[in-house]
């Protein structure tokens, strides 16, 4: 089993490489429902096609049972499941499940499991339960067992599970030698005009913020868990393509010169941006003249799609007019609660029958509840503290509307509609000067289609014309089908017609573009990371494509990571995760090539504490010991305040306890604060980071210093190859002398 089609010409290959060439390899794909003819040699299947169901009826309407008529009970062959990470979502997904069903069906069967990217997270290795390691007469009795003492005792534990197996002859860990291969990072200065548009884009959002929050208001909307949960991903989006158009110019250049120096380049990316390509075509009938924006096609897309709005509103009827009633009477007492509470202070607040915590400037959660469930009367004049003691009156412009004004305007649709229309004309201004889409502009950079092999996999592309027209064209070719034109590019990438390759996710997975001896093109392979993917198996996937086994020279690898601040997210994420998977993957979690990625791992214990910290002296102004970044030259009672508005501008807030604790929760975890960080504006961006990053610092520090810290498994005495012994004592353990010892080296 693999992950596609094609790659049966490389098994193919494969067999003809180790003098097998006679045994006929069976696409299952080529075979139809109904066929049972049994015939001798090996079956090849993707791993979707092992969930294929027939829709006629006959004998066999699964594949599955297909494969399990073929093989026979008795079948005492070998099923090798290459790439087999595909299966990892074992419990939920139709795949994963079909491949245990395989393995339980199948009791004879040599199972193999082959993969470069095993599990980057125990949780992954469900589908491997021919290891022998959970079930009957094992130390665990089921995977939840192992998965639990595993994940309790993190990477040391998974180090440990892997030479286990190691000892135990089940496990191979060939990794091709890392000798030659060059990583660097690029950290890429941004120009002023760059962090222009770049504020001009965070000021943006955070207005957007309000006015989807007054909207929400205005009509009343019940549930915005959907709301948020889109707004947010858009963000997230929107930054991302910023983030990626920051590194173009300095990525061509740098290809230029290794072009010049004789070696080949290829460009791993993750989004193509072929969705809003899309958009576009359609709301133009299928005429393109000029290229397109993905980051501005996002946050269109989010305007017209969800935008609150009647429509969107579901109306409960009479339901929901007795919550708002009950709602109304509450807030009015806490209103007054408040009032007495604050009655020396001339700041007021309106608040509406809505604004329950869907509608504070803090937005806690990414996916809100429904408003009913988490009001807390008496808390809500508590929870205003954070804001210098006293009420707050509308700390980022949120406006907040009495509950007639707002129940019964009849002026409210219209209202609506024109905030809509105002935030869509500001985003196409804006338009104006956001970058267009990266891999159109890639492409255009290096001198179009003809000079740039494109593994992708997206169907159609923008591309300049000899006489300056920009026109959209599709990427099959004559008498090649679209499935086809990635391997024609990957053989003129290969026989040396082009000389830069972009891949993106589709092609990420089975193509081998390594500087291999039996092709034409043998010159070094400069691997360009213009994007890191989300998870660890994808990173190191990409990397693989250009360095594999029969190749003349290693490849050089260059991360571009951007002086922002939110970029560094992405690194961290991949830098864990290749940390796990080398610890899962080798028995050490230095194995992956995340030595110079890992210090931008944020994802752990400490990055915790400190994102505690870091909030509760911005909104609480507890004290710490951690010093404001030096840059910053204002003091520090105005840094925090700067950076309490920046963190309410993009959804950040503290919920105070009623007794003055306040607690980090779920509510904000790493990832979101990293993600939503990245909708500042570049300095304030940059300062907030460096204050976390030296809080993060100081509290490895003081754990060193304490002798708390968790250093894994280290090496003896290394890069020494002589060690002197100074002494040695033996310590017998308490009972029969035969019952062990402990030798103590200095």
Same mark, same amino acid.
């Given at each position: ?96 499940? +079909? ?19 095993? +599990? ?110 889109? /707004? ?74 969800? /935008? ?72 809500? +004049? ?313 809080? /993060? ?50």
């Amino acid at each position: 089993f693999s992950v596609s089609n094609d790659l049966k010409y490389d098994a193919e290959r494969d067999l003809k490489d180790i003098n097998a060439p006679n045994l006929p390899v069976h696409a299952l794909n080529k075979i139809k429902y109904g066929d049972t003819a049994t015939s001798e040699g090996i079956l090849f299947a993707t791993y979707s096609a092992l969930i294929g169901e027939s829709q006629a009826g006959g004998q066999h309407r699964t594949r599955l049972n297909q494969i399990l008529d073929w093989c026979k009970d008795d079948f005492d062959g070998v099923i090798v499941f290459d790439e087999c990470h595909k299966a990892k979502n074992a419990s939920s997904t139709k795949m994963g499940k +079909a491949v245990l069903d395989l393995q339980k069906n199948l009791p004879q069967a040599r199972v193999v499991y082959a993969s470069a990217t095993g +599990a980057s997270e125990p949780k992954n290795m469900i589908y491997m339960s021919r290891l022998g390691i959970w079930g009957e007469g094992t130390p665990f009795r089921s995977f939840e067992d192992f998965l639990h003492a595993i994940e309790k005792r993190g990477v040391g534990a998974m180090e440990i599970v892997a030479m286990d197996m190691k000892v135990n002859g089940m496990y191979i860990a060939r990794q091709l030698s890392f000798s030659g291969v060059t990583f660097r990072i690029e950290e890429i200065p941004l120009d002023a005009a760059y962090k222009d548009v770049y504020n001009k884009a965070a000021k943006l959002w955070a207005k957007a913020l309000v006015v989807f929050q007054k909207a929400a208001d205005l009509i009343g909307l019940e549930s915005r868990k959907s709301l948020w949960g889109q /707004f947010w991903g858009a963000h997230q989006r929107f930054f991302k393509y910023l983030c990626i158009a920051a590194k173009v110019r300095r990525l061509v250049e740098l290809a230029q010169e290794e072009l010049g120096k004789g070696k080949c380049v290829v460009i791993g990316l993750q989004s193509t941006g072929e969705a809003r390509t899309r958009e576009v075509l359609d709301e133009n009938e299928g005429h393109l003249n000029c290229f397109v924006s993905a980051a501005e096609g996002v946050f269109l897309s989010l305007i017209r799609k969800h /935008f609150p709005s009647t429509k969107r509103k579901r109306e409960r009827g009479s339901i929901i007019k007795r919550k708002l009633k009950q709602r109304v009477r509450g807030l009015n007492k806490v209103m007054k609660t408040a009032q007495d509470h604050y009655s020396s202070s001339n700041d007021i607040i309106k608040i509406s029958s809505e604004s329950s915590t869907d509608s504070e400037p803090g937005l806690e959660s990414d996916f809100n509840s429904s408003p009913e469930s988490l009001v807390e009367m008496e808390d809500l +004049a508590s929870r205003y503290k954070p804001f210098n003691g006293a009420m707050c009156n509308d700390p980022i412009g949120l406006y907040w509307l009495s509950p007639q004004k707002e129940m019964n305007g009849s002026g409210t649709p219209e209202c609506v509609e024109n905030m809509k229309q105002e935030l869509l004309s500001q985003v196409k201004e804006l338009g104006k000067e956001l970058p267009l889409n990266t891999l159109d502009e890639l492409i255009d950079y290096f001198g179009g289609p003809e000079k740039v092999a494109e593994m992708t996999g997206r169907k159609g592309r923008v591309v300049r014309r000899p006489g300056g027209s920009v026109v959209f064209e599709s990427r099959a070719e004559q008498g090649l089908s679209i499935d086809h034109v990635n391997l024609k590019e990957k053989e003129r990438f290969m026989n040396g017609d082009k000389l830069v390759a972009i891949i993106s996710e589709a092609s990420s997975s089975g193509i081998s573009l390594q500087a291999d001896r039996r092709v034409k093109n043998q010159k070094r392979r400069v691997h360009m990371t213009l994007e890191l993917p989300w998870s660890a198996d994808r990173a190191i996937q990409q990397f693989g494509r250009t360095h594999r086994s029969n190749q003349v020279s290693a490849p050089e690898y260059i991360f571009l990571i951007s002086e922002l601040a939110g970029e560094r997210r992405f690194a961290s994420i991949v830098a864990k995760r290749l940390e796990s998977l080398g610890a899962l993957t080798h028995g050490d979690r230095r194995a992956t090539e995340s030595r110079d990625l890992s210090k931008y791992n944020f994802e752990n214990k400490y990055g915790i504490k400190a994102l505690d910290k870091v909030l509760r002296t911005i909104f609480q102004q507890t004290e710490s010991k951690v010093p404001v970044p030096k840059i910053y030259q204002e003091g520090d009672a105005a840094f925090f305040s700067e950076m309490k508005q920046s963190l309410l501008s993009v959804g950040i807030s503290c919920k105070e306890m009623r007794y003055g604790f306040m607690t980090m929760e779920k509510d904000c975890s790493i990832t979101k604060f990293l993600n939503r960080m990245l909708g500042l504006e570049v300095d304030k961006q940059n300062l907030l980071f460096q204050y976390f990053n030296d809080t /993060f610092d100081y509290l490895i520090e003081r754990d060193k210093k304490d002798g708390k810290y968790d250093m894994g498994i280290l090496d003896l005495a290394p890069g020494i190859d002589e060690i002197y012994e100074e002494s040695k004592e033996v310590f017998l353990t308490p009972g029969h002398p035969q019952d062990g010892q402990v030798v103590f080296y200095k």
